[in-house]
């Protein structure tokens, strides 16, 4: 199961995986694919994605989540489901990786501020 207060989501693929981008993570995957995490999140929603991002991406939130990949084990996932499962699985985990799950929380029952 997932910890959401440990920023752990589950990412249904070929099965559900437990995945988890850390800062390190997000550093790394900067660094190997030469732009940085908001930038390919903007790409990936406008479908300006390459198969080696997704790889990328994957292995680090799949070992982040305490499963033990290789590349070939993540080819072999995005072949099963597909490239646009793929995708939009990749899509959203950055999306919870990137917002704040209290922000929500914190919000209810509180006054908006208005202009």
């Not at 997932?2 to 550093?27: F, M, Q, S």
């Not at 990949?69 to 995005?78: A, L």
Request: proline letters at 3%; hydrophobic letters at 35%; glycine letters at 8%.
């Amino acid at each position: 199961m997932a910890n959401p207060l440990k920023g752990e989501v589950l990412v249904p693929l070929d099965k559900e995986y437990k995945c988890r981008l850390t800062i390190d993570h997000c550093i790394k995957i900067e660094n190997e694919l030469g732009k940085g995490i908001l930038e390919l999140t903007t790409e990936i929603s406008q479908a300006k994605i390459t198969i080696s991002t997704l790889v990328t991406v994957l292995k680090y939130a799949l070992r982040g989540g305490g499963n033990d990949f290789q590349d070939k084990d993540i080819h072999k996932i995005i072949q099963n489901v597909g490239i646009v499962t793929a995708s939009t699985e990749v899509a959203k985990l950055l999306a919870a990786t990137l917002s704040d799950p209290d922000s929500e929380e914190d919000n209810e029952g509180k006054p908006q501020a208005t202009g």
